[in-house]
C-alpha cells in the first residue's frame, strides 16, 4: 500500500542552524502539506502546496520557513536559522484531490534544537 | 474560526467496555469532520470520515462515529475496547474554502486496561 515517508526519524540540530526535512508524498497525489505537533500539544497546520506553490500558510509558517519541490516526488520543509521553539515533531502529508479528500500522513520527524 | 474540542485529554476503559471519546466543532458552514489516530512514533492514520453524506459513519477497527448539527458534534464510538485500541486520537474539521487543511483538536489518549 502507498504511504507518505519522511527522513530523517529525528533530527538533532543547534539553534541557528538550518534543517531540511524531506518528505516523498504518495506518487499520484497533488496536494502536500507540513503539520507540526509540540511535545504535550495540538497538531498544528503549517502550510500546504500545489502546482509548485504555496496554497495556504498559517501565522507559524514565517520568513524563517520554506517549502519546495525540488524533484517530482521530494517535498520538503527548510527552516532557516532554527530556534529552541522549533523543537517538535514535524509531519508531512498528501492528498489526491481538491475536495476534502483523505490526507495521508508520513511518519514524523522529531526535530530537537540544542 | 473553525476550531475543535476535544472533551477528556485521558480517558481509561476496560478492556471489553464502551468507548466514548467527545469531539465538538464550531463551523459557520457544514465542515467535513475526521478521526485520526496516533500509535506511539507512528504517524496520523484516518480512522473515518464525515463529507456531508450519511450522518452515522463506520471507520476502520470497529469505530464509527456519528455527526450530530443541533449539538455540532462528532463523538467516536466502539462497543467494545481492546488492548490495542490503547493511542492518541484526534479529531480534525477540514474548514470550508481551504485546500483541505485540517485543523485539529489537542487529543484524547485512550489507555485500555484488562
Known amino acids: 500500500e502507498p504511504e507518505v515517508t519522511q527522513t530523517p526519524s529525528h533530527q538533532v540540530t543547534q539553534m541557528g542552524q538550518e534543517v531540511i526535512l524531506r518528505c516523498v508524498p504518495i506518487s499520484n497525489h497533488l496536494y502536500f502539506y507540513w503539520y507540526r505537533q509540540i511535545l504535550g500539544q495540538k497538531v498544528e497546520f503549517l502550510v500546504s502546496?500545489?502546482?509548485?506553490?504555496?496554497?495556504?500558510k498559517s501565522e507559524i509558517f514565517d520568513d524563517q520557513f520554506s517549502v519546495e519541490r525540488p524533484d517530482g516526488s521530494n517535498f520538503t520543509l527548510k527552516i532557516r536559522s532554527t530556534k529552541l521553539e522549533d523543537s517538535a515533531m514535524y509531519f508531512c502529508?498528501?492528498?489526491?484531490?481538491?475536495?476534502?479528500?483523505?490526507?495521508?500522513f508520513g511518519p514524523g520527524t522529531r526535530l530537537t534544537v540544542l | 474560526a473553525q476550531s475543535v474540542t476535544q472533551l477528556g485529554s485521558h480517558v481509561s476503559v476496560s478492556e471489553g467496555a464502551l468507548v466514548l471519546l467527545r469531539c465538538n466543532y464550531s463551523s459557520s458552514v457544514p465542515p467535513y469532520l475526521f478521526w485520526y489516530v496516533q500509535y506511539p512514533n507512528q504517524g496520523l492514520q484516518l480512522l473515518l470520515k464525515y463529507t456531508s453524506a450519511a450522518t452515522l459513519v463506520k471507520g476502520i477497527n470497529g469505530f464509527e462515529a456519528e455527526f450530530k448539527k443541533s449539538e455540532t458534534s462528532f463523538h467516536l464510538t466502539k462497543p467494545s475496547a481492546h488492548m490495542s485500541d490503547a493511542a492518541e486520537y484526534f479529531c480534525?474539521?477540514?474548514?470550508?474554502?481551504?485546500?483541505?487543511?485540517?485543523?485539529f483538536g489537542a487529543g484524547t489518549r485512550l489507555a485500555v486496561h484488562p
Open positions: 502529508a498528501s492528498s489526491e484531490g481538491r475536495n476534502r479528500g483523505e490526507q495521508f
Open positions: 502546496f500545489y502546482n509548485n506553490e504555496i496554497s495556504e
Open positions: 480534525a474539521v477540514s474548514p470550508s474554502g481551504g485546500y483541505n487543511k485540517l485543523i
